[in-house]
């Protein structure tokens, strides 16, 4: 059953233009203590740590593709790097919130053939995100200028119609 709505979300560039601004102050800071202190080794970790972070936010800035889409064939979210996961899969969601970053967990009905999908390194963030009382697809909406609550009662209800008409 089709819906009417494709749902996708991008980058806050509210949320990310502040974390670039303080990674900048950060490195001038570094600067700073470059020029003053004896101790010239914290202005260097200071500039190398927070100039990469700056270097991060200008990247994220810059990339204007679509880090979540909700449409027709499941859920796409691409910092999962598992493709899309059909809503045949999902049955049921959840939000959680850890220090101040929100996800919405997903249970899926076969999680193993995703799971194959990722890299060794992920498959152990899997490992932990279930230690942390997440799945091991959990959509970290940090950056999205989105209520988790409502995307969960988004997929919740579109994994509900798929599952009530698939059967």
Known sequence: MPIIEQFVF?????????????????????????????????????IIFFGACALVFVWQLLDARPRLIIDDSGVFDRSLGVGVIPWSQIVDAYPRTITSSSFVCLVLHQAGPFLSRLPSRRRAFAKLNRQLGFTDFSINLSGL??????????ILKRAKLEHDHGA
């Open 10 to 46: 991008k980058r806050s560039y509210w949320k990310i233009v502040p974390l670039l601004i303080a990674s900048l102050a950060f490195v001038a800071s570094g600067v700073f203590l470059l020029l003053r202190s004896p101790d010239k080794w914290v202005g260097w970790m200071s």
């Open 145 to 154: 200028a989105v209520d988790p609550a409502e995307v969960c009662e988004l």
